[in-house]
Nanobody, 126 residues
Framework: QVQLVESGGGLVQAGGSLRLSCAASGRTLSTYGMGWFRQAPGKEREFVARISWSGGTTYYADSVKGRFAISRDVAKNTVSLQLNSLKPEDTAVYFC???????????????????WGQGTRVTVSS
């Protein structure tokens, strides 16, 4: 079993930046493709970014490409999401996710996910 705990959420103004972190317990994350999803009030959980098990390949949703950056630190057993140029529409609860083993590039959709974190809230004010 893998337990994922997110941190780093908070209140920021539009145009600001925030860095989210995901720490694992139970098992190392080194063998998992990882990703971030988000869910705004009244909306379905949506894909944000993913990173391969090796850390060499990343992929982003069109809505965040060029603004967000996903990375992983194998030594610290963590995955991070850097959020830059934040917009009010980025307001959501952000979830860390570990992909099922058949998705080494990371999860691109909800059904690809094997483990979820409990989420960290990001609020962007106008």
């Amino acid at each position: 079993q893998v337990q994922l705990v997110e941190s780093g959420g908070g209140l920021v103004q539009a145009g600001g930046s925030l860095r989210l972190s995901c720490a694992a317990s139970g098992r190392t994350l080194s063998t998992y493709g990882m990703g971030w999803f988000r869910q705004a009030p009244g909306k379905e959980r949506e894909f944000v970014a993913r990173i391969s098990w090796s850390g060499g390949t990343t992929y982003y949703a069109d809505s965040v490409k060029g603004r967000f950056a996903i990375s992983r630190d194998v030594a610290k057993n963590t995955v991070s999401l850097q959020l830059n140029s934040l917009k009010p529409e980025d307001t959501a609860v952000y979830f860390c996710a570990a992909a099922r083993t058949e998705y080494p590039l990371g999860p691109a959709r909800r059904d690809d996910v094997g483990y979820w974190g409990q989420g960290t809230r990001v609020t962007v004010s106008s």
